[in-house]
């Protein structure tokens, strides 16, 4: 029998595997197929951790969780042809979230191209407007060059950071790249890009944010990393603050500018909107005039896509966060600010009185007449057992709207502005393996949770450790509620309560059925004491969410929700008038 060439550490396979580890890569999400097993093999003798996952999605999802949890670049390696294909929703999802993740991939060798090879399919066309950078790489002497390329898009050098994807022949794979191109400088890691502002756009944001009586600040994607400098910001303007699901835990609860649960009265108060790393998209109404009535805006971010879009700023701060907020707070040195303090603190005591309403009926949420539980009760039960720096992963519908309220910790994940239900066991198992020592709490609807409920597996196998709660309504029920209002009638929107626990014991993992809300609190104790668990909690359908209240399921035509729709109406008409 012919056999293949023997593997080296100078073939490209070897050069991208060695390229990988000189970059600190250390582990990478993935599933094996023949077109790449060359990387595979010579990715696993440079030392790199190899985290086998039961779908392609999955293994870009965990790519995306280990980037937005660590801010380090996420790998996912996937075969060629259905195990792209699979690939894909995670590429989509990482191109909204702007997550930096490489995936790499294989397709037939040359010699087999367009002739009808196994697995042949134009990847590269099907990525290229979910990517940053998509490329076939047939010469194993651009190897690389052509990985440079990818991962300094993927981390936002010139553009917004996401997904990049770069795919080669198997026998490119397979062969040698010479020496002489083997450049040392392609081997040297890239220190973060911290990219500073100019001094006179810096004098005209100190103006503003000096002179605003109602400031408020919302961060996103790009404040992350710039947590020192953003409480610093607060404390010394006394703004109000709204985080968003991008970045949530950078400023606490605690902290006297947070009124988180404000949202709806401030966005039309404010006289001054301060954007970090956030885009405007539909979370926050497009920014729209009608929503934002009364404000200017600054806007501040290191990547296009969070400093223009929709809105344009009264100032525009171009450069990293943290480098633009402490040239900043420098430049204004012990200025007085204008923030009206009794506006400030109001909204805060509002947030506060509100918070504690919520506590108290999350804690007394009743069970429906049929004595199934509150998904507010369950996550009750679940916040009062986790630590200040838990990771949570929220996912589903009505349950994803309960949790992303009522859970805290210290780093938070979820479907994101792709909607992207069913990342939730794939995002805590890479949670979970990047950060061994916190707890990770996944919080997702019994319809979310099925799509990618084979990872349990992977995190049995793998060792990870995430307490995984199924809210089981037994139907994908914030639709249900949809049909039910909109349409009156509910078509193909109910499942069944399956049996998520003898699912998950099949697989080796601890789990229990939970069906009365007194059971809750032992469950969750034996749970985390056998880590990685699952708990299928059975839950009201009847409770309705506020997402499911808001009109976000029923899309709306100018806005995403119906108070907003109005709002923005009324705007329209009354400028068409005048
Ligand atoms: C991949 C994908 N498919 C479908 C949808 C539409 N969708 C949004 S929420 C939802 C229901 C989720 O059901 P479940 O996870 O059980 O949560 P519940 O509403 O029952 O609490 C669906 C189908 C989506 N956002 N993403
Ligand atoms: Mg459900």
């Known amino acids: 029998m012919m056999q293949p060439p023997k593997l080296h550490a100078d073939m490209a396979a070897g ?23 060359p990387m595979w093999m010579q990715c696993d003798a440079e030392g790199i951790r190899i985290i086998d996952v039961r779908d392609e999605r999955a293994a870009v999802y965990m790519a995306h969780a280990y980037s937005e949890l660590t801010g380090r670049l996420g790998v996912a390696m996937v075969t060629a042809g259905p195990g792209m294909t699979n690939a894909m929703t995670g590429i989509a999802n990482a191109h909204t979230a702007r997550a930096s993740v490489l995936v790499l991939s294989g397709v037939p060798p040359q010699a087999q191209e367009n002739r009808g090879a ?10 290229r407007p979910i990517t940053r950078y998509a490329r076939t790489v047939r010469e194993p002497a651009l190897v690389l060059q052509e990985l440079d390329e990818a991962v300094s898009r993927a981390t936002g050098e010139g553009g917004d950071p996401g997904p990049v994807y770069l795919d080669f022949p198997t026998d490119t794979l397979r062969g040698t790249v010479p020496a002489p191109v083997q450049l040392a400088e392609h081997f040297q890691p890239k220190a973060p890009l911290v990219l500073q502002a100019d001094a006179d756009r810096i004098n005209a944001a100190v103006e503003l944010l000096w002179s605003a009586k109602r400031p408020l ?31 949530k835990g950078l400023v606490g609860d605690e902290h006297p500018s947070f009124i988180g649960a404000m949202r709806g009265a ?36 290191d990547c296009p896509g969070e400093l ?71 996550l009750h039960e679940l916040q009062a057992r986790m630590k200040s720096d838990a ?23 979820d479907p994101g502005s792709l909607g992207c239900i069913g990342v939730g066991t794939a995002f805590g198992v890479s949670a979970s393996l990047a950060y061994p020592d916190r707890q990770v709490v996944v919080a997702t609807g019994d319809g979310a949770f099925g799509f990618n409920a ?45 049996d998520h626990a003898a699912m998950a014991r099949a697989f080796g993992m601890h789990a229990r059925r939970v069906e009365r809300a007194e059971d809750l609190g032992a469950a969750i104790d034996e749970a985390m004491q056998n880590l990685p668990a699952l708990l299928d909690v059975i839950v009201s359908p009847e409770a309705k969410s506020s997402d499911g209240k808001s009109g976000l399921a029923w899309i709306p035509e100018l806005q995403p929700l119906s108070t907003w729709e109005v709002a923005e109406q009324q705007w329209r008409n009354a400028e068409a008038v005048k």
């Open 15 to 37: 050069v991208i595997a060695r390229f990988l580890k000189a970059h600190g890569v250390d582990r990478i999400f993935a599933l094996c197929g023949g077109h790449i097993m």
């Open 118 to 127: 196994l697995q042949d399919l134009p990847h590269v066309d099907m990525v």
């Open 217 to 247: 600040v919302i961060t996103g994607r790009g404040a992350r990393r710039a947590k020192k400098e953003i409480n610093a910001l607060l404390d010394q303007l006394g703004a109000v603050y709204l985080d968003t699901g991008e970045s």
């Open 266 to 301: 401030v966005m039309g108060e404010a006289d001054l909107v301060i954007t970090i790393g956030r885009k405007m998209d539909f979370q926050l109404a497009y920014g729209s005039p009608a929503v934002f009535s009364k404000a200017k805006l600054l806007r501040i971010a």
């Open 308 to 378: 223009r879009d929709n809105r344009r700023g009264d100032v525009e701060l171009f450069a990293h966060p943290a480098a633009a907020i402490s040239a900043i707070l420098k430049a204004a040195a012990q200025r007085i600010p204008a923030t009206d303090k009794d506006w400030a603190h109001g909204m805060r005591e509002q947030h506060e009185s509100r918070s504690r309403k919520l506590r108290e009926t999350m804690a007394n949420a009743p069970s429906d007449s049929e004595g199934r539980i509150h998904p507010n009760r369950v």
């Open 391 to 413: 990771v949570v992963v929220a996912d589903g519908g009505d349950f994803l709207s309960f949790a992303r309220v009522g859970l805290s910790g210290g780093s938070y994940l």
């Open 454 to 498: 084979m990872e349990i597996d992977t995190a049995v196998r793998h060792g990870a450790k995430p307490l995984i709660v199924v809210a089981n309504n037994g139907a994908w029920q914030i639709e249900v509620h949809d049909q039910t209002d909109t349409h009156g009638k509910v078509v193909g929107t109910r499942l069944q309560f399956a």
